[in-house]
Nanobody, 119 residues
């Protein structure tokens, strides 16, 4: 089973920026789309952003539109989540995921990386 490997979490102050990165353990893995989810303590994992492999179309949750940007480096098969103007309420564990098609479950996940935003 392919694993998604995340990096880049940390502790920052409100208003700061942070960039997360994610690559599949198998660099030849080519899912339909890759993306980011986050999970707050005691809550379900929620969608943040995704990028389609073909064409690069992106989708964002309303809560991060205009502040977060998802992108992909095709050469290294790495996706990034650039997070600007971070807010305390963005504090969560961020997970990288991948999906093989539209309307199916996201079955490939990373271990998660903690992002903490202090006031």
């Amino acid at each position: 089973q392919v694993q998604m490997v995340e990096s880049g979490g940390g502790v920052v102050q409100a208003g700061d920026s942070l960039r997360l990165a994610c690559s599949p353990s198998d660099r030849t893995f080519g899912p339909y789309a890759s993306g980011w989810f986050r999970q707050f303590p005691g809550k379900e994992r929620e969608f943040v952003a995704r990028i389609r492999r073909n064409g690069g179309a992106t989708t964002y949750a309303e809560s991060v539109k205009g502040r977060f940007t998802i992108s992909r480096d095709r050469a290294t098969n790495t996706i990034y989540l650039q997070m600007n103007n971070l807010k305390v309420e963005d504090t969560a564990v961020y997970y990288c995921g991948a999906v093989l098609g539209e309307g199916v479950n996201w079955n490939y996940w990373g271990q998660g990386t903690q992002v903490t935003v202090s006031s």
